[in-house]
């Protein structure tokens, strides 16, 4: 990506090199081993756990207490990489700053998140962690509108150094959530995240439709999603219990 930066030639010949790059991996692969007996048969049976795998995952969705944690994952990621996606280009189209600047946001929210991510290890040994989701949540849907209403460039920064730390940690919550709610079938639960990843990829592309539609700036109020479905979905702590 710096070689391509230095050289000018744009995102667009960089992500066609790596795509030239893939296929090229891929024809090597073909002529490689892939260990124990080789032939028709081992690629017929192959292929049939794969399209087993596919359908035990399907079958898997329709268990609710995993589908709420899948959607959840998806909206996490819709703040955390939707946000961090969209942030650089907010701060010089929206705010109307330097591109420079826009580094400046983007370091903020990374930087903020690892010292929460760090922190938050002590605070769930004495926090449960679903009260601290509902709470960080509350937090996010009250600081991230303020974000987007705040005049000038640093005070947008602060609140973002705010909302990243907000947030720290979700992700480990809720796969957490996810893996405990299929005990034993790590795999599964691998194979069910791919499937709802499908699905999720599609979130960006609305909301690209959306800024090109309305503006980057109007676009960003939907990233409020996130906290509400994360209050919506999230459930009681003695619900969950019983």
């Known amino acids: 990506m710096g070689g391509a930066v230095l050289l000018g030639v744009g995102w667009r010949v960089l992500f066609l090199s790596s795509g030239v790059a893939t296929v090229f991996v891929l ?3 073909r002529g490689m ?6 032939g028709i048969g081992q690629s017929g049976a ?3 756990d794969l399209k087993q795998g596919i359908f035990d995952a399907l079958r898997t969705l329709k268990n609710f207490p995993v589908l709420r944690w899948l959607v959840l994952l998806e909206f996490w990621d819709l703040m955390l990489d939707g946000h961090h996606r969209y942030l650089a280009l907010y701060v010089v189209d929206v705010v109307g700053t330097a591109s420079a600047n826009a580094a400046k946001g983007v370091a903020v929210w990374t930087g903020v ?3 929460g991510d760090v922190l938050l ?6 926090v449960r962690s679903l009260t601290y989701l509902r709470f960080s949540a509350a937090a996010e849907l009250l600081l991230y509108p303020a974000f987007l209403l705040a005049p000038g460039l640093w005070p947008k920064l602060v609140i973002v150094g705010v909302l990243g730390f907000a947030n720290a940690g979700w992700y480990s919550v809720l ?3 996810l893996y405990s709610s299929m005990p034993g079938q790590s795999g599964a639960v691998m194979a069910v995240g ?3 990843a499908l699905f999720g990829g599609l979130i960006p592309l609305g909301i690209g439709i959306a800024a ?3 503006g980057l700036g109007a676009a960003m109020w939907l990233l409020l999603a996130r906290p509400v479905a994360l209050l919506v979905g999230t459930p009681r702590q003695r619900k969950l219990a019983a």
């Not at 081993?33 to 080789?38: K, R």
């Not at 290890?121 to 004495?126: K, N, S, V």
């Open 175 to 177: 796969k957490g959530k």
């Open 212 to 214: 090109r539609t309305w």
């Open 121 to 126: 290890i002590p605070l769930l040994e004495r």
């Open 46 to 48: 192959m292929a049939k």
């Open 27 to 29: 024809v090597v692969a």
């Open 194 to 196: 791919d499937v709802s």
């Open 33 to 38: 081993p892939l260990g124990g007996d080789s």
């Open 113 to 115: 998140g690892l010292v």
